[in-house]
């Protein structure tokens, strides 16, 4: 069955097709009203609404950020019990690149997930109730750790997972120092106010390939180049404990860790209520679940207090 005959509903964001194009984005960047009583002042919610990411520093305690990095040792020690399909492996070895699911694997990682401190901003920007569209623990061990190529997340969670609009955000938790060195995320900051159409349809089962090697689905060098002239290219750096919260269509990617020391963070996906996905916009069939949150019971509940 052709992908034509599959999809015929109205699309702002056509992708995978035979060319490659810019297209603007037509959603809210800042689905809300800022206030006084906001989470976030005024001058961070107008940096995120520009650059399309924002850098929180010193939201957690000592406590919480040793308890979260000693959970993150346990869950890659190999004494879990991780089921098999929730772990991705480095393209040329066994050793672990991604954990999914962390909300199943790690009541830490759930609670985590759940925290005011992170989950009640993200709520604030997206103005809706939210649900985990996703989670992973993202390992990039010293020497050995592979780069994570430009694209922008929203291209494949549209093409692939179905999601409708771009009314999600990505938190990026660091459980380790990141600095200029040792692969820290990059961001074109605007580049979240474009939507790059890529060029070539899905294979089957994408994922397969795509999440050890992500070839497409991603923007040609032209693109990245026109990109990165208009908008430049940051890097989010931080003590463990930083997060990062990055809008769904910001170009972003990491170079690969020759340095010895280790780079680790925990990535939740927010995704709107109502913004829940649908059937893919650009794929024959949809990602298996762990990549993809197809049906959400309810809306997450956020909690308060600290992570114990």
């Known amino acids: 069955m052709t992908l034509s005959a599959v999809h015929t509903r109205s699309d702002d964001y056509p992708t995978r097709g035979t060319e490659e194009s810019w297209l603007e984005r037509t959603d809210p960047v800042f689905w809300g009203k ?18 399309g990411f924002l850098v929180l520093k010193d939201l957690f305690s000592t406590a919480e950020i040793e308890r979260l990095k000693a959970e993150s040792a346990h869950l890659r020690s190999g004494d879990a019990g991780l089921k098999s ?14 954990i999914f699911r962390l909300e199943d694997e790690s009541a830490v990682f759930s609670r985590l997930s759940r925290d005011e401190r992170v989950a009640g901003k993200v ?17 990039k061990p010293g020497f050995t750790g592979k780069e994570f190529y430009w694209h922008s997340d ?14 999600a955000i990505s938190a990026s938790i660091l459980l380790t120092d990141n600095d200029a060195l040792n692969g820290p995320l990059m961001l074109m900051p605007g580049s979240h106010r474009h939507f790059v159409s ?11 390939s795509s999440l050890k090697k992500q070839e497409v689905g991603v923007p040609s060098p032209d693109a990245l180049t026109a990109m990165a002239e208009k908008f430049g290219i940051d890097y989010a750096s931080g003590k463990a404990g930083t997060v990062i919260l ?16 280790p780079r680790s963070n925990a990535f939740f996906v927010y995704n709107a209520w109502s913004n829940r996905v649908e059937e893919p916009f650009a794929a024959s069939r ?20 600290e992570i114990g």
């Open 34 to 51: 800022w206030s006084p009583a906001a989470p976030l002042t005024r001058a961070q919610t107008e940096s995120f609404e520009e650059n």
């Open 85 to 98: 399909e929730n772990v991705v492996t480095e393209p040329n070895s066994d050793a672990v690149r991604t």
């Open 123 to 139: 709520r604030f920007l997206l103005d809706d109730q939210l649900y985990l569209h996703q989670s992973r623990l993202n390992y």
């Open 154 to 167: 929203f291209e494949t969670w549209h093409a692939e997972d179905g999601m409708p609009r771009m009314r």
């Open 198 to 208: 890529c060029a070539g349809q899905t294979p089957e089962d994408n994922h397969k």
């Open 246 to 261: 990055f809008e769904s269509n910001t170009l972003h990617g990491s170079n690969g860790n020759i340095t010895p020391f």
């Open 286 to 305: 949809p990602r298996p679940d762990f990549l993809a949150n197809r049906d959400p019971e309810n809306p997450i509940a956020i909690e308060s207090g």
